[in-house]
Every structure is written in structure tokens, then in C-alpha cells.
């Protein structure tokens, strides 16, 4: 299948600091990428879809502010945590979703980024 | 809300057939059913999908009644390392609103 890595794989930080996370389509263009978060034993809670090129749309009750989404190409995508706290540790996940070819209509995610907040 | 209910777990003995089924008794006529799975702390991995038609791969096969009100997953030979939740989502993956939303999932666990 399609490859999508993020970076870092893990982070832990101190409260009030920033965190970005990357994500990128390795062998195949994305003009949609998606945002998922994940709390400890439950499932996948979708966060924002980003357009490349446009803003991101955000699901209810999350905070575009808090949680800042760059989609500037067709392989990056960044989510930037800012002012962390200790309750925005959790499992982040992105995925992306190919436009052409075989990969047109699926979706294909990234290995997960677990952050700590101290 | 996830659109599809599955049971919250289940058990298989190491080399016999895994069967996951899946209840979407309100999917739509141009959704389509996928399955993804999730081993414990790495991300979702795309398993198959399909529209009505039967669907076979590497990996599995997709059974989906002619109503399309249900479907079943089957792992043919299940291992060890097909322990995961398996997730199913019903999903228009040709309209400008689509998104994947992922319900509880069933808790596979393969058994030695």
C-alpha cells in the first residue's frame, strides 16, 4: 500500500510549548489530508480535513487555534499543537487521501505520533 | 456517529477463518463499505473496500449481502498477527463531504 510517515514518532514537552507534528505522502500526491486524535482504548475522533492550498476544516469542538493545520503541498501536512497542556496528550494520526491513479479515493495513513505533555 | 455496528470482540484460533461481520442498515446508495485495522500503538492500515459487488484481495475478502445492509470480513487463515481491531466504516468516498469516521470496532484476538 501507499506510504505516509509522520514525524516525530513520539514527543514528550513541557506545559505551554508548542509541538509540530509532520505528515507526508511518500510515493504519491494527497490533496486531502486528514487529522485524527486518539485517547488511550478508544477509537480514532477525526480533527480537521486540510485542502492543500486552502484552510482546513475543522469537526466541532476543536479548536482551529489551538490546533493549527498547514497543508502547503501535495506530500505536507503539519499540525501544530500550540500551549500544549497535559490534556492534549494523546495519539495523533494523519492520513491522506491520493486524487489520481490507483490511489484515487483511499486512504492511507501515517504510523502515528504519540505526545506527552508534562 | 459511526454508521455501522460491529460486535466488540471476538476470538479465532490461530489458522482457521476470521469472520467479522457488520451492520449498516442505513448506508446510502453511493457509500461505500471499507475496513481498516489497527494493531495496538501504530496507526490504521486499509484492508479492503467495496460497493456491492464481492471483493477479494491479498489480504481478505469482503462479503456484502445484496441488500448491502450488512457485510462480512473474513481473514482466511488468521495468524497471530492479525490481532487488532478491525474497524468498519461506510463512507461516500466520491463526495466532497468525505471523511472516514471510525466507530468502536471489533477487538480481534487470535488465539495459539
Known amino acids: 500500500g501507499a506510504v505516509v510517515s509522520q514525524h516525530p514518532s513520539r514527543v514528550i514537552c513541557k506545559s505551554g510549548t508548542s509541538v509540530k507534528i509532520e505528515c507526508r505522502s511518500l510515493d504519491f500526491q494527497a490533496t486531502t489530508m486528514f487529522w485524527y486524535r486518539q485517547f488511550p482504548k478508544k477509537s480514532l475522533m477525526l480533527m480537521a480535513t486540510s485542502n492543500e492550498g486552502s484552510k482546513a476544516t475543522y469537526e466541532q469542538g476543536v479548536e482551529k487555534d489551538k490546533f493549527l493545520i498547514n497543508h502547503a503541498s501535495l506530500t505536507l501536512s503539519t499540525l501544530t499543537v500550540t500551549s500544549a497542556h497535559p490534556e492534549d496528550s494523546s495519539f495523533y494520526i494523519c492520513s491522506a487521501r491520493g486524487f489520481s491513479g490507483r490511489r484515487r479515493n483511499e486512504q492511507f495513513f501515517g504510523p502515528g505520533t504519540r505526545l506527552t505533555v508534562l | ?112
Not at chain 2, 479465532?12 to 446508495?29: D, K, V, Y
Not at chain 2, 463512507?91 to 463531504?97: A, F, K, R
Open chain 2, 1 to 112: 456517529d459511526a454508521k455501522t455496528t460491529q460486535p466488540p470482540s471476538m476470538d479465532c484460533a490461530e489458522g482457521r477463518a476470521a469472520n467479522l461481520p457488520c451492520n449498516h442498515s442505513t448506508i446510502s446508495g453511493n457509500e461505500y463499505v471499507y475496513w481498516y485495522r489497527q494493531i495496538h500503538s501504530q496507526g490504521p492500515q486499509y484492508i479492503i473496500h467495496g460497493l456491492k459487488n464481492n471483493e477479494t484481495n491479498e489480504m481478505a475478502s469482503l462479503i456484502i449481502t445484496e441488500d448491502r445492509k450488512s457485510s462480512t470480513l473474513i481473514l482466511p487463515h488468521a495468524t497471530l498477527r492479525d490481532t487488532a481491531v478491525y474497524y468498519c466504516i461506510v463512507s461516500d468516498s466520491g463526495g466532497s463531504n468525505y471523511k472516514l469516521t471510525f466507530g468502536k470496532g471489533t477487538l480481534l484476538t487470535v488465539n495459539p
